[in-house]
Nanobody
Framework: QVQVVESGGGQVQPGGSLNLSCVIS????????VGWFRQAPEKAREWVSM???????TYADSVRGRFTMSRDNAKNTVYLEMNNLKPEDTGVYYC?????WGQGTQVTVSS
């Protein structure tokens, strides 16, 4: 059974940093791409970044240069390092592995 579990959210001031983790059990990170998505209040869910099975990573324009995605195959874990956070980064962050989603972790950027 595949499970996706995110952690690491919290509240920070603008300009601050947070590190998110996503543990995927029941399948290898080499099986499918893994993506980070986010959903702000009253807005549609949007794609943030993705790591392909070969390790190639892509980012949405809104986060490129501030967010860094990485993975540890041995731990079946992907990470999202978020720097220089802005209020518009506020939302619930979700991890996705094909047809499986985590429960999400809340990120709030506010002064």
């Amino acid at each position: 059974q595949v499970q996706v579990v995110e952690s690491g959210g919290g509240q920070v001031q603008p300009g601050g940093s947070l590190n998110l983790s996503c543990v995927i059990s029941g399948r290898s990170l080499d099986d499918y791409p893994v993506g980070w998505f986010r959903q702000a209040p009253e807005k549609a869910r949007e794609w943030v970044s993705m790591v392909r099975t070969g390790g190639y990573i892509t980012y949405a324009d809104s986060v490129r240069g501030r967010f860094t995605m990485s993975r540890d195959n041995a731990k079946n874990t992907v990470y999202l390092e978020m720097n220089n956070l802005k209020p518009e980064d506020t939302g619930v962050y979700y991890c996705n592995s094909r047809d499986h989603w985590g429960q999400g972790t809340q990120v709030t950027v506010s002064s």
